[in-house]
T-cell receptor, first 115, second 112 residues
Framework: ETGVTQTPRHLVMGMTNKKSLKCEQH?????MYWYKQSAKKPLELMFV???????ENNSVPSRFSPECPNSSHLFLHLHTLQPEDSALYLC??????????????FGSGTQLSVL | DQQVKQNSPSLSVQEGRISILNCDYT??????FLWYKKYPAEGPTFLIS?????DKNEDGRFTVFLNKSAKHLSLHIVPSQPGDSAVYFC???????????FGTGTRLQVTL
């Protein structure tokens, strides 16, 4: 148990569906992240939030829409996805977002399949 | 352009022996390097890190070595145990950012 909980663990959706991924951290951290892991590729940073404010968008297509209502919760809203968006989506948190060497704590991820 | 590279996708080592996992990077601005371990169906968990001002950091069975001139780091696990079987990711950060730049990972299998 890392203190970061992601739901759902698995998600299958059609290209016309709208769904949301949820992440909650119980560590009192101020920064939250979305990462994507595709097969045989490195984990790719998607978004960074610091004290609820988005500080980084790593050129992510607009069909991925993040939301951070408070420092403990992070959502990733999905709509009109493509099959190539099928991947493991990982949420992470850290105490700060602007300090090198900070440990990131990851959730177990949501395995997304887009049909 | 991949800034952090792990060129060995897999490694098999006998229990009790040393496991050496390698990582190369291209960005000389990186200030910290971290190793994460990932079991199936779980997220990555932090293992050990090293600052760019050091060349070695040790924590129990795990030691990370950094060679800045070669832009290379390695993780040594001694002695290797079956529970160490997992995917190991090398990652790097700048001084002023916590976000991690990851390698593709090396799958370690420790056999009996």
């Amino acid at each position: 148990e890392t203190g970061v909980t992601q739901t759902p663990r698995h998600l299958v959706m059609g290209m016309t569906n709208k769904k949301s991924l949820k992440c909650e951290q119980h560590l009192g951290h101020n920064a939250m992240y979305w990462y994507k892991q595709s097969a045989k590729k490195p984990l790719e940073l998607m978004f960074v939030y610091n004290f609820k404010e988005q500080t980084e968008n790593n050129s992510v297509p607009s069909r991925f829409s993040p939301e951070c209502p408070n420092s403990s919760h992070l959502f990733l809203h999905l709509h009109t996805l493509q099959p190539e968006d099928s991947a493991l989506y990982l949420c992470a948190s850290s105490q700060f977002s602007d300090r090198g060497g900070e440990k990131l704590f990851f959730g177990s991820g949501t395995q997304l399949s887009v049909l | 352009d991949q800034q952090v590279k792990q060129n060995s996708p897999s490694l098999s080592v006998q229990e009790g022996r040393i496991s050496i996992l390698n990582c190369d990077y291209t960005n000389s601005m990186f200030d910290y390097f971290l190793w994460y371990k990932k079991y199936p169906a779980e997220g990555p968990t932090f293992l050990i890190s090293i600052s760019s001002i050091k060349d070695k950091n040790e924590d129990g069975r795990f030691t990370v070595f950094l060679n800045k001139s070669a832009k290379h780091l390695s993780l040594h696990i001694v002695p290797s145990q079956p529970g160490d079987s997992a995917v190991y990711f090398c990652a790097a950060t700048l001084e002023t950012a916590s976000k991690l730049t990851f390698g593709t990972g090396t799958r370690l299998q420790v056999t009996l």
